[in-house]
């Protein structure tokens, strides 16, 4: 049974920098693409980052791109998302999600396990 299970959320001030991590098993984690989205109160589920099975390839949302980085530890069996220079406007739900596909695309289409994610509240 695939598990992916995020963690570091939490309140922070505007400004400030938070990492989460996400502890992935049940799967060959070397082969899966991982993803981060985030859902903010009464809206969709936004892309935010992705890497590819390797880490050699990164993808970013533009509001993130510069503040957000996103790495992975296939040894581990992590994806981690660090966050800086947070805003109000991050306030959201982040989930951690893996696809089978080559690509790590932007769609949560793409996407095939998912995690049930981490609250992150930036106050301003």
């Known amino acids: 049974q695939v598990q992916l299970v995020e963690s570091g959320g939490g309140l922070v001030q505007a400004g400030d920098s938070l990492r989460l991590p996400c502890a992935a098993s049940g799967l060959t984690f070397s082969r899966y693409g991982m993803g981060w989205f985030r859902q903010a109160p009464g809206q969709e589920r936004d892309f935010v980052a992705a890497?590819?099975?390797?880490?050699?390839?990164?993808n970013y949302a533009d509001p993130v791109k510069g503040r957000f980085t996103i790495s992975r530890d296939n040894a581990k069996n992590t994806v981690s998302l660090q966050m800086s220079s947070l805003k109000a406007g991050d306030t959201a739900v982040y989930y951690c999600a893996a696809t089978q596909g080559l690509r790590i695309g932007s769609s949560d289409r793409e996407y095939d396990f998912w995690g049930q994610g981490t609250q992150v509240t930036v106050s301003s």
């Open positions: 890497i590819s099975r390797t880490g050699l390839t990164t």
